[in-house]
């Protein structure tokens, strides 16, 4: 099972070194409050490029980050304690005199700090001389095509048709030149590949459109790569302009609009993410380019993206939006039989059916989960063989690792708030203004005195960041609408929380990890008792 990676702590030690510099103005104890911030400082990029990287398998570096945690949030206590200190010395001496902050302590944090700082040293030379580090998000190499991989599609065939239909059948609008977006939303392993990859082959589709192209985007934010692939997939000249990272964005657009010129033409851009390294202009702007040269194309021409973020359904400006949400039982049951037995699934044993009813119920609607856990019976009718499946820390596991990516992409500020959302009981709905509440009193924004915005208006945007994201569902009630965690993202939210929630439910054995501290203080883990 992936290990869970604690909290983003980059985040929290921007903000204790500023609050420690703002307060390291000329008493006794400013040197060890500003040597405390250097050190700070010092380890902070290692901590964001651990965390970007989301080195979950790495057990020495998720301990590391649990021994920077904790030392972070003994600072800030101490840093507390040293201002209420000062606080209560002004009450009762009536003056502006301050407390000396015990200097002992401060040392001593800014030894224990560069001690975790040189650990991390060598465990990131380690990484790199493995061939594993480097910051950013840790990038799996996924290609797709568009050659069918999957004989059927299960629990899909209305979304199919309806995407079809908008392809081929719905009107353009004629005052618009930009080619109209069908978009295909969904968490990871809901099928959107397989989707398009169905819709894309359509017999159909094939006799609409006079030209196709499809390009996994991935992570790819380059206008220029983005363009050579298209151009590649069109099937053009393979001359030297494609090659290259040097090759002149204008010469490929100037080549991509004369391919397209009065084609009817279908463009799948699968799997596309919001680069988050970009603000959501530079995003737009990015897709304004690439998309740009197509505007010469037939009228009829279509463009299908699937992706993750309904964010970016919205700065590609779909024209129309198809959310594929987890599969009935049933379906991922025929998917589960598909893999297992292929055409061989009708005469199965009624004993078999029953297990295999329910471990296809542990993959919790995800049709890639249920698709795995067949591929593990693969040929295989034994009842022995398929009870072995009844675990559903197998199933866990494989919905763990196809969502992971989509958790690590966040900023880290976003992770926290996210992970936090695990004190949640399955199901259960929430009020907007009552979570972002809860941020705000545990300290989980980051206010910048750049932007100058409260923190419960910043930590509203956290929230829409998130629901634009994917990563909350919506529900209506008495007219009021309530956001909820379906059963695949509570699941992660619960991964990613690990080291630092714990909630309590009647009958459970109450054992606290030793990473979940029972003292309320600032960077402490929480504990909900329900």
């Known amino acids: 099972m992936p290990a869970a990676v604690p909290w983003p702590v980059s985040q929290e030690i921007s903000s204790l070194a500023e609050r420690l510099l703002a307060h390291a103005d000329g008493d006794d104890g400013a040197t060890g409050m500003r040597g405390l911030a250097d050190a700070l400082l010092r380890i902070q990029p290692v901590a964001c490029g651990i965390e970007r990287r989301g080195d979950a398998g790495q057990r020495d570096l998720t301990d590391w980050l649990l021994q920077l945690k904790d030392a972070v949030a003994e600072a800030d206590d101490l840093l507390d304690e040293l201002l209420r200190s000062r606080c209560s010395r002004r009450f009762h001496l009536g003056c502006v005199a301050r407390c000396k902050p015990s200097s002992r302590e401060l040392k001593r944090l800014v030894g224990r700090i560069d001690r975790i700082h040189d650990v991390s040293e060598r465990l990131v030379d380690a990484a790199e001389e493995a061939g594993e580090a ?47 977006v069908v978009a295909i939303v969904g968490h990871g392993g809901m099928g959107k590949t397989t989707v398009a990859q169905f819709v894309y082959t359509d017999e159909r589709i094939e006799q609409h459109f006079d030209l196709t192209a499809w390009v996994c985007v991935w992570d ?29 964005l204008e010469i490929l657009q ?29 995003n737009k702007d990015l897709w304004r380019k690439v998309l740009a040269p197509l505007r010469s194309a037939a009228r009829g021409s279509k463009i299908l993206v699937t992706t993750r973020m309904k964010l970016v359904a ?52 995800s049709p890639l989960v249920a698709k795995a856990l ?3 019976l693969r040929n295989t009718r034994s009842t022995w063989g398929w009870r072995t499946l009844l675990d559903a820390e197998i199933s866990h596991n494989i919905i763990i690792s196809s969502l992971q990516h989509s958790y690590q992409h966040l900023p880290g500020h976003l992770q926290q708030c996210f992970a936090y959302c695990s004190i949640f009981p399955r199901g259960y709905r929430f009020q907007q203004d009552k979570l972002v509440k809860m941020w705000v009193a545990l300290g989980f924004i980051q206010i910048s005195r750049k932007e100058g915005k409260k ?3 910043l930590a509203q945007e956290y929230f829409h960041d998130l629901l634009s994201r ?19 993202m509570h699941d ?12 309590i439910d009647e009958g459970m054995p109450s054992v606290i990890p030793p990473t979940i501290c029972t003292e309320w203080g600032a960077g402490y883990a929480y504990i909900v008792i329900s």
């Not at 994917?470 to 695949?488: E, G, P, R, W």
Request: aromatic content about 6%; some cysteine; charged content about 25%.
């Open 220 to 248: 790819k934010s380059d206008a220029v790569e983005l363009t050579r692939d298209i151009l590649h997939s069109i099937g053009g000249p393979d001359d030297t302009v494609y090659g290259g990272n040097s090759a002149n």
């Open 254 to 282: 100037d080549k991509l609009e004369v391919s397209v010129r009065s084609k009817r033409f279908l463009l799948v851009l699968d799997d596309v993410w919001n680069d988050e390294g970009k603000t959501e202009l530079e």
């Open 455 to 457: 923190e419960y208006n």
């Open 492 to 503: 992660l939210a619960q991964h990613a929380s690990a080291h630092d929630c714990i909630k």
């Open 134 to 180: 480097g910051c950013g998000v840790r990038s799996p190499n996924r290609v797709t095509g568009s050659v069918l991989t999957e004989r059927k599609v299960f629990g899909r065939e209305k979304e199919c048709s309806e995407i079809i239909s908008r392809l081929v059948d719905c009107p353009e609008n004629i005052c618009s030149s930009a080619l109209p």
């Open 470 to 488: 994917s990563f909350f569902c919506t529900a209506s009630k008495d007219n009021q609408t309530l956001y909820f965690l379906n059963n695949l």
């Open 374 to 376: 067949g591929q593990m």
């Open 314 to 365: 919205q700065y590609l400006n779909s024209t129309h939006v198809v959310s594929l949400d987890v599969l009935g039982s049933s379906d991922c049951w025929l998917l589960l039989k598909e893999a297992a037995l292929g055409g061989g699934s009708e005469d199965i044993p009624p004993d078999l059916q029953e297990i295999g009813r329910t471990v296809a119920a542990n993959a919790k609607g």
